[in-house]
Structure formats: C-alpha cells, structure tokens
C-alpha cells in the first residue's frame, strides 16, 4: 500500500492537495463539497499501472471496506478489520516488471 501511496502521492499530488485542503476547509459537509475533488483523484490514478494493479487484486475487500464505511459513516472506526484485509491484499502486489527486451543477434554467416 505504501507503493501505492507514494505513486499517487508522485503523480497525482496536485490533486491530493487540493482535495485535503477542502476537506480541511469544511468539516461538516467534506463528503458532498469534496466529492469532484475525490473524483480527480480517482481520474489520475486510474491511469496508473501499480494502482490498477491493485484495484484488480484487491477489489473485493476493497469493496467489502467501502460498504463497511457507508454502513458506519458515524463510526468508521468499525471497519478496521476490512481496512486491514485491504492493506494486507494491497501490499502483496508487486509491480509488473516492464517486458525485457531482446536484442536481436546477427545469424552466422553460412
């Protein structure tokens, strides 16, 4: 997950500024006047290969997290067991390793 933080982080810190910097900015109603800055977020990374990487491996209990959330908005802190199996799933992923290149070799001569 740290991997997947940092890439975001790298790539996508511009919108990562900008959504914390609303969420700072409004307390009360972050969730509705944050959510286009959210969804920035999400745009940039979805262009990243380690982040889709991950969204494959560990889509399912990062779906079981996210309906947990929903289900606790008041208490978030009742998701901890979801989060930590997503975390767990998450840092497993390795990035792909770019395809090696062949070099062609001269055929001997006949």
């Avoid at 975001?8 to 969730?31: F, I, M, N």
């Avoid at 286009?36 to 997290?65: D, G, W, Y």
Wanted: with cysteine; hydrophobic share 35%.
């Amino acid at each position: 997950m740290q991997a997947a933080l940092e890439v975001t982080a790298r790539h996508c810190g511009r919108e990562l500024d900008q959504y914390g910097q609303c969420v700072a900015a409004k307390p009360e109603s972050w969730q509705r006047d944050c959510h286009h800055l959210k969804m920035n977020i999400a745009r940039c990374t979805s262009n990243h290969p380690v982040i889709r990487q991950i969204r494959q491996a560990c889509a399912e209990p990062f779906e079981a997290f996210e309906a947990c959330l929903r289900q606790n908005e008041a208490a978030t802190g009742n998701c901890a067991g979801q989060m930590r199996r997503f975390l767990q799933c998450a840092e497993q992923v390795q990035p792909a390793s770019p395809p090696a290149t062949v070099q062609a070799q001269p055929l001997p001569a006949s």
